[in-house]
């Protein structure tokens, strides 16, 4: 048995789409717009916007500080806006997610990396150095506009680790409780593109399409269906050791993968025919390695001495997983993703 539920968002894919920026904001029937956008992007914004641009804010953060959202909650009051835009990466998402369930104001979201968060449910927001994630259907944006041509300023490093972000997003939706054949089709795609899109990048061509479509679809995974022990210890590194986001899915995915192979064959199987290799796990570390991401917690700066207290705060909550969690088990996975070893 499975259940299916799927998430109604409206996406308009296509390089230039950011141009019908106005016509989405006025399809939802709003007309007051707060900006939420960086200094590369806020400038060309307004200019599409035109007067539906009523306010302005850039200071969003990673992991969504509460007092950050409360100072943008104040300038999209003073604005007496009724929707907001997101031009950005996952920060800039989540804030938007953030003013949206807490004001009902409609969001519009032009995403700049491969987060996905813009097609989720999900808001994880930080207050006194505490990671807290909801889900509810306010949560979710109305309407997505991915233009290709706003990823192209986007740094080679960043990019990787975005991209392997976002892979592990469908590689989790394969063995997750939830799997369901629509999920399946939309993950293997990802696999497929996002893997394409990496190996092409140095060539530049069309890889970046590859990358965005791949992005759309894993995120809509990850908005689709649980995640499992990849998700969990990657939550727990970013929160408790301050670890950056898209950096340290990078490093842990082929270790979480190597960990759930047994258990997984199946998918593994699977994943390893979209990627085109023999052996799931160590074609995504490959895949890293040779697109020039990091591939240690040591460079991403943890210190071995907090591999305990990972270790501890990762069998605390338990979760669903494939392969069963133990305590010495996640030492040793932490022990080989802090070394950089090849799963
Ligand atoms: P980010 O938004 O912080 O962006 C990473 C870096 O890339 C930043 O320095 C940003 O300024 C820069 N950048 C973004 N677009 C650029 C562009 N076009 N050109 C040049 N530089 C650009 O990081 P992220 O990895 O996109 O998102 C991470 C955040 O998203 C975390 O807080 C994470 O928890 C959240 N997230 C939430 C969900 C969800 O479903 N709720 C899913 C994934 C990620």
């Known amino acids: 048995m499975f259940v299916y539920t799927a998430q109604p968002a409206r996406v308009v894919f296509g390089a230039g789409s950011l141009d019908r920026l106005a016509e989405e904001v006025e399809r939802l029937g709003r007309s007051r717009v707060l900006v939420l956008a960086g200094r590369r992007h806020v400038e060309r914004v307004e200019a599409v916007l035109g007067e539906l641009a009523v306010g302005r804010f850039e200071g969003a953060a990673m992991h969504t500080p509460v007092k950050v959202t409360e100072r943008a909650l104040a300038v999209l009051r003073e604005a007496d806006a009724d929707c907001v835009v997101a031009v950005g990466g996952g920060s800039t998402t989540g804030l938007a ?19 996905g968060s813009e097609v989720t449910p999900v808001l994880g927001e930080t207050e006194n150095g505490i990671k807290k994630t909801r889900t509810s259907p306010d949560i979710l944006p109305e309407t997505v506009i991915y233009d290709v041509e706003l990823t192209r300023s986007l740094p080679h490093d960043v990019t990787v680790t975005s991209a392997v972000n976002a892979l592990a997003h469908a590689v989790e939706a394969l063995y997750s409780p939830q799997a369901n054949p629509v999920v399946d089709l939309l993950a293997l795609d990802a696999v497929r593109r996002l893997s394409t ?8 061509n069309d890889a970046r399409d590859d990358l965005l479509a791949g992005a759309w679809l894993a995120g809509t995974c990850l908005g689709s269906v649980g995640m499992a022990l990849h998700h969990k210890l990657c939550h727990t590194l970013g929160g408790s050791f301050d670890l950056p986001h898209a950096p340290t899915h990078t490093v842990v995915l082929p270790h979480a ?33 040779t697109a020039g991401g990091p591939t240690s917690l040591r460079e991403l700066g943890m210190a071995e001495a907090d591999l305990d207290r990972a270790t501890e705060l990762a069998v605390g909550t338990p979760y669903p997983n494939p392969a069963e969690l133990t305590r010495d088990g996640l030492r040793a996975l932490l022990g080989r993703a802090w070394a950089g070893e090849r799963p």
């Open 97 to 115: 997610k953030a003013l949206a369930v807490r004001t009902g104001a409609d969001q519009v979201i032009v995403p700049t990396t491969y987060s």
């Open 197 to 204: 899109g990496l190996r092409g990048l140095d060539v530049g």
């Open 257 to 289: 993968m190597a960990y759930n192979a047994a258990a997984a064959p199946d998918a593994m199987r699977r994943i390893a025919d979209a990627l085109g290799v023999d052996d799931a796990p160590r074609g995504v570390f490959d895949l890293v390695a």
